[in-house]
Structure formats: C-alpha cells, structure tokens
C-alpha cells in the first residue's frame, strides 16, 4: 500500500495568516496514464469530507481561490493563503493512482 | 446537484453483517463516467477505502477487507449497497458514501454523503 504521510498533524494559525500543509507518499503518484491523482479534502468538524483540490493543483467547483495544491512525484503541498475561520477542520491528502486508495492521517488547522 | 444519501442499522451485532444503502440523486449511477465508493472513519481516527463499484458491476475491494466485503449495484432505485461479514467492534465507524475516481473528478471523490455511524455492539 501506498503510505501518505502529512506533516504537521496540527497547525495552530492566526486568522488572515497563511497555513502549509505536506504531504509524501512512499511511492511515486504518477499513474501509467500520466496524471498524478493526489488530492486535498476537508472535514470541518461534525461533518463528511470536503474535496477541495485534485490531480495535486485543481480546484474543485465552489472551493475558494485562497486555497491551492502544489508539488510533484512523492512530495505536495496544500496552502491557504489566508486563513479564516470557516477554514478550521482537518485537512487529508489522498492518492488515487494505486490501489487501495489510501489517506493521509489528516492535519488539525485551528485557530490560535 | 448531485446528492448521496447513506442509510441502515446504527446497530450491528458481533459476528452479524452490517449491511448499508446509498440512494443517489441528481446522477445515475449507470454513469459510465464515475464509480461509486465507500469510506469509514473510526470515531476520531482517519479515513479507510473500503471499496468500489462501476456501472458494469466491476467491483474492487480494500485487500484487508476483501474476504468480507460486498458491494452491489441496484440501478432501479439508483442505490449502492455494502455489507460486511462477521463484523467486530474494529468495524465500528462512520461509514461513509462518495462518487468519483473518474478522469472527470481527476481521480479524487467529488461528492459525499453525510455518513452513518454503525457501531457493533451486542
């Protein structure tokens, strides 16, 4: 299995400042067909998952500008560019390229 | 707007099946373009595939899960289904539904239902 790895798994922030989360994988992502099929979810508390960004760069229909995905073969990046407070929730990676489809722990963003 | 619906026993026996349903609207899930998945989450743990299914039936299941899983299409009512065999309390979670891992939604789940809680308790 491919073993997604974030770090931190908590990031306190203060609103209106930029938050970083990473992401690797134990293998590379690249599929056979050339895309890398990682992307970024949120789970803001008490409810499900959120897609926010796939193949690593790709904003999802409604997902603010303030987020975006970068990175390439083992190694990629979810930033915020300025934090709010709807923001707060835990952040996973996850990779579509091997089976089983595996997550990342998940990071914790809140609020200082 | 495409909406995923999961349903099913909150409560599930030691060594019993538990068995779900995700009612899909706003898209079919004769869609030649999406398949349709479930994911569970422990309570205050991360995320786990469980498995897939496409329009032709094709399934693929989570490797640790294999031998008890099954997941099933009934396109009449636009539903998916899961069951679990001889659950423990280690299958105790919020069992959630998605729609994705297409080249459409770039290999990612789209779209997600509220999630069940199922705890297997006697």
């Known amino acids: 299995d491919i073993v997604m790895t974030q770090t931190p798994l908590s990031s306190p922030v203060t609103l209106g400042q930029p938050a970083s989360i990473s992401c690797r994988s134990s293998q590379s992502l690249e599929h056979s067909d050339g895309n890398v099929y990682l992307s970024w979810l949120q789970q803001r508390p008490g409810q499900p998952p959120r897609l926010l960004i796939y193949k690593i760069s790709k904003r999802f229909s409604g997902v603010p500008d303030r987020f975006s995905g970068s990175g390439a073969g083992t190694d990629f990046t979810l930033e915020i560019s300025r934090v709010e407070a709807e923001d707060v929730g835990v952040y996973y990676c996850?990779?579509?390229?091997?089976?089983?489809?595996?997550f990342g722990q998940g990071t914790k963003v809140e609020i200082k | 707007q495409v909406q995923l619906q999961e349903s099913g026993p909150g409560l599930v026996k030691p060594s019993q099946t538990l068995s779900l349903t995700c009612t899909v609207s706003?898209?079919?899930?004769?869609?030649?373009?999406?398949?349709w998945s479930w994911i569970r989450q422990p309570a205050g743990k991360g995320l786990e595939w469980i498995g897939r299914i496409y329009t032709t039936g094709n399934t693929i299941y989570h490797p640790s899960l294999k031998s008890r899983v099954t997941i099933s299409l009934d396109t009449s009512k636009n539903q998916f289904s899961l069951k679990v065999n001889s659950v423990t309390a280690a299958d105790t979670a919020v069992y959630y539904c998605?729609?994705?891992?297409?080249?459409?939604?770039?290999?990612?789940?789209?779209?997600w239902g509220q999630g069940i809680l199922v705890t297997v308790s006697s």
């Open positions: 706003g898209d079919s899930i004769s869609s030649v373009i999406y398949y």
């Open positions: 998605a729609r994705g891992e297409s080249s459409a939604s770039g290999g990612a789940f789209d779209y």
């Open positions: 996850m990779q579509g390229t091997q089976f089983p489809r595996t």
